[in-house]
């Protein structure tokens, strides 16, 4: 069984910044795809950024050049670097990972950290 563990987010002002970060543990060797996903209230679940297992990287045109998705292999961790946060940014953002384990891969989600940002 893998849990993923977000953590990071908060209230922040309008052009501050936050860094997320998703700890995943239980039955993991490691981290193979990681995404960030977030919802705000009356819209649904939007993928925000994505690391594949190449490092190659895919963000929501409303985020590129504000967002950085990244990981630490030794820590089975995948971040989100978030600047220049706008309040449009607010929702609870989702850690989602595909880890590997003994010869299988499996997709979990974590549980959302809250992110908001006040004009």
């Known amino acids: 069984q893998v849990q993923l563990v977000e953590s990071g987010g908060g209230l922040v002002q309008a052009g501050g910044s936050l860094r997320l970060s998703c700890v995943a543990s239980?039955?993991?060797?490691?981290?193979?795809?990681g995404g960030w996903y977030r919802q705000a209230p009356g819209k649904q679940r939007e993928l925000v950024a994505a690391l594949t297992s190449g490092d190659t990287t895919n963000y929501a045109d409303s985020v590129k050049r504000r967002f950085t998705i990244s990981r630490d292999n030794a820590k089975n961790t995948v971040y989100l670097q978030m600047n220049s946060l706008k309040p449009a940014d607010t929702a609870v953002y989702y850690c989602?990972?595909?880890?590997?384990?003994?010869?299988?891969?499996?997709?979990?989600w974590g549980q959302g950290t809250q992110v908001t940002v006040s004009s």
């Open positions: 239980g039955s993991v060797f490691s981290i193979n795809v």
């Open positions: 989602s990972a595909q880890t590997y384990y003994s010869g299988s891969y499996s997709w979990s």
